[in-house]
């Protein structure tokens, strides 16, 4: 975290109101400054790269995540994707990405029929206030795509 | 690599979905942060892959960027028919693998 | 006229223990035991998510320093040849009120001591081992493992007699101005606890689930390291771990949450 050094002490009241008493989050800069974020197209890319030209369609897909996270380090996420998870009909594959982390996948989860469930719990890095994008790949080879913003911000206590 | 925690139920319906948690302490390290006393970057090493097979097949599988967090937390769901052990397998990035076993007992 | 009197008095009186039953159960709702009158626990000002993590024993990573803990307490160490449990056998037991009633006074030292301070003072003199490092794995993970036993335990420092000279250090070190930015502890956690710092929400600065696992360190932290960096945000030069100022002022800080219960290992960011 980078903040000025005043050359005078603040007093308490001044230093309070500096630090901004409203009750909205903050759009967080980079908390990894210097380095090359990915964005929307690299996202595509890498979309791209995992499931070839197949174009994606919305829904099945329920994204669990908070709308502002309280660290940016450890966000909880989770998703289900809606299928009777069957030999002939079941989830194959969830792609998870962040489309503003220096480099875009998060993880890749494949699933079998004996999965029961195409439901995942698991703990995310968030660099800054971004979209978080899933790509479920069914087994008739639909592609389905959801995705969520999750604010994070910058806090004021370091330590 | 440190020896994971599982949670398993202490007992399951035949061919009904259950869930298993996961949880290993492991830095994560990302690869992208600067050892502020050299300089120099902290090279990545994280968990990259994790597995679980019961009964032979495949049941679930996972690969991890940097982007999962420290002391990676991972829940999933899988069916059983019958009882038997449920091994799982995390492989960090330099190829070492740590595995752990719960059984899984199947009622009715 | 007299019996008029009574019904009225005994009417008065089982309004004022309704009144005084209402009013005490309106405090103690929305919380429960987390919060205490005005004293609320950090728990208290975290998103439900990251209270999801803490309440969750198997989803709470502090929990694998709690296991690590229970490893080295059975472990012998030292030319003694003993471990922990040599003395203490079950932690559960024996370390029931360790968490609640540390900072303790130490007769040979003539000032209080901390849990961190204690187990040192076992492994060099009892067990003939070297002293654990202050925020070393096997401190965090020894510290968090007895603590833990405290759980759900009300803190209950004592702070009169021979604590009441430390005590006052303490109370006057919080209240001190200090660093660049001319701030004292109590300013954001005793005056604008519940505000806005930036993005973050300032909690009392209580001390009752330390070591804490912080999501911003990823793992475990003590109480001191939290100071340390509490005083450097106010641009202070920080004290060491251990430091007569801040086992003082950990003194005060556990006697300004009196009553909360042990988290430890709690979850915050």
């Given amino acids: 975290m980078t903040e000025k050094m005043e050359m005078t002490p603040l007093g308490r009241r001044a230093f309070v109101k500096l630090a901004g008493g409203g009750a909205a989050a903050f759009v967080a800069t980079t908390l990894l400054p210097g380095l090359a974020e990915a964005d929307a197209k690299a996202v595509s890319a890498a979309i791209k790269k995992l499931i070839g030209d197949k174009k994606t369609k919305p829904g099945k897909i329920t994204l669990e995540l908070p709308q502002i996270a309280e660290n940016g380090r450890t966000v909880p996420v989770a998703f289900e994707v809606s299928s009777p998870m069957t030999e002939n009909d079941h989830v194959k594959a969830v792609h998870v990405f962040a489309e503003k982390n220096p480099r875009p996948d998060v993880a890749t989860f494949r699933f079998t029929p004996a999965s029961g469930k195409a439901r995942v719990a698991t703990r995310m890095r968030l660099a800054k206030t971004q979209n978080v994008v899933a790509v479920a790949e069914m087994s008739d080879g639909t592609v389905y795509m959801s995705k969520s913003t999750v604010k994070v911000t910058i806090g004021g206590c370091g330590g | 690599m440190a020896k994971p925690r599982v949670k398993v139920p202490k007992s399951v319906k035949k061919g009904e979905a259950f869930e298993v948690k996961t949880l290993i302490k492991h830095k994560m390290e990302t690869g992208q942060r600067k050892n502020k006393k050299t300089g120099k970057m902290i090279p990545r090493f994280i968990i990259a892959k994790f597995a679980a097979e019961f009964d032979g097949k495949m049941v679930f599988e996972s690969d991890w960027h940097p982007a999962i967090s420290a002391n990676p937390y991972m829940a999933f769901y899988m069916k059983a028919d019958k009882s038997g052990p449920l091994t799982m397998k995390w492989t960090d990035d330099k190829g070492k693998t740590v595995e752990a076993t719960s059984k899984i007992n199947v009622s009715g | ?258 009553g909360l219960p042990v988290e430890t290992p709690a979850v915050r960011n």
């Fill in chain 3, 1 to 258: 006229m007299k019996k008029v009197k009574i019904v009225l008095a005994t009417t008065a009186t089982a309004l004022l223990v309704a009144g005084a039953w209402a009013g005490s159960s309106f405090a103690a709702g929305k919380w429960g035991e987390k919060q205490v009158e005005d004293r609320r626990s950090g728990y208290t000002y975290a998103q439900p998510e990251t209270r999801g993590i803490q309440d969750d024993d198997f989803q709470n990573p502090g929990m694998v320093w709690v296991d690590d803990g229970e490893a080295l307490w059975s472990k012998v160490d030292g030319k003694a040849g003993k471990a922990c449990a040599t003395c203490h056998e079950d932690a559960a037991k024996s370390m029931k009120t360790v968490g609640t009633s540390y900072p303790k006074f130490d007769k040979k030292l003539g000032k209080p001591q901390n849990i961190e301070q204690q187990i040192n003072e076992c492994r060099t003199q009892r067990m003939q081992a070297k002293p654990y490092k202050w925020e070393s794995h096997e401190m965090l993970a020894m510290t968090t493992y007895v603590r833990h036993q405290s759980r759900g335990l009300p803190m209950s420092v004592k702070v009169d007699g021979e604590m009441a000279p430390f005590f006052e250090k303490g109370k006057a070190f919080y209240n001190q101005r200090r660093g660049l930015l001319d701030m004292a502890c109590k300013h954001c956690h005793q005056d604008n606890a519940g505000g806005q710092i930036r993005a973050n929400i300032l909690s009392q600065g209580q001390s009752n689930g330390f070591p804490v696992y912080r999501l911003k360190w990823q793992k475990p932290g003590s109480l001191h390291r939290r100071f340390r960096g509490c005083n450097k945000q106010v641009r202070a030069a920080p004290y060491k771990n251990g430091s007569d100022e801040y086992v003082n002022l950990e003194l005060f800080v556990n006697w300004r949450g009196r």
